[in-house]
């Protein structure tokens, strides 16, 4: 029972992950394709990912019924440390190394992703015993 509410709690975060991903990829590679920095673009679109997805998270994925305030607070110290992880990696494969943006971001998606499911699990969304 347990392996499989673990398994559809993977497939609904990938649905949400991959939904507004795409969406937001998309919106990073048109800003900045207009003229916005890629590490202003990243960071705006982070607090767009955070916003919409904790809802879709909260409710869908894990069914939370956990305080909103407290699940909250964690929900952005995770996608805090994330950021500085996909800033950082901006910073050193693109400004350091010279690799283009579009495909150091395009990379860091999915270890940002998985940080962030296994982080939601045990501490963020974690059941309350």
Same mark, same amino acid.
């Given at each position: 029972m347990i392996r499989k509410?673990?398994?559809?709690?993977?497939?609904? /975060?990938?649905?949400?992950?991959?939904?507004?991903?795409i969406v937001l990829y998309m919106l990073y590679c048109g800003i900045t394709s207009i003229g916005l920095g890629y590490k202003l673009a990243m960071s705006l679109l982070y607090v767009v990912g955070v916003i919409q997805t904790f809802f879709f998270n909260k409710k869908w994925? /894990?069914?939370?019924?956990?305080?909103?305030?407290?699940?909250?607070?964690?929900?952005?110290?995770?996608?805090?440390?994330c950021y500085l992880i996909n800033l950082g990696a901006l910073v050193i494969f693109v400004d350091r190394f010279?690799?283009?943006?579009?495909?150091?971001?395009?990379?860091?998606?999915?270890?940002?992703?998985?940080?962030? /499911?296994?982080m939601q699990k045990i501490w963020v969304f974690r059941v309350q015993e």
């Open positions: 509410a673990l398994g559809w709690q993977i497939v609904r /975060f990938g649905i949400v992950g991959i939904a507004s991903n994925t /894990f069914n939370h019924q956990g305080y909103l305030n407290v699940t909250l607070l964690r929900y952005i110290v995770i996608y805090g440390v010279g690799y283009p943006h579009q495909w150091v971001q395009g990379v860091m998606i999915p270890v940002v992703a998985v940080s962030l /499911f296994v």
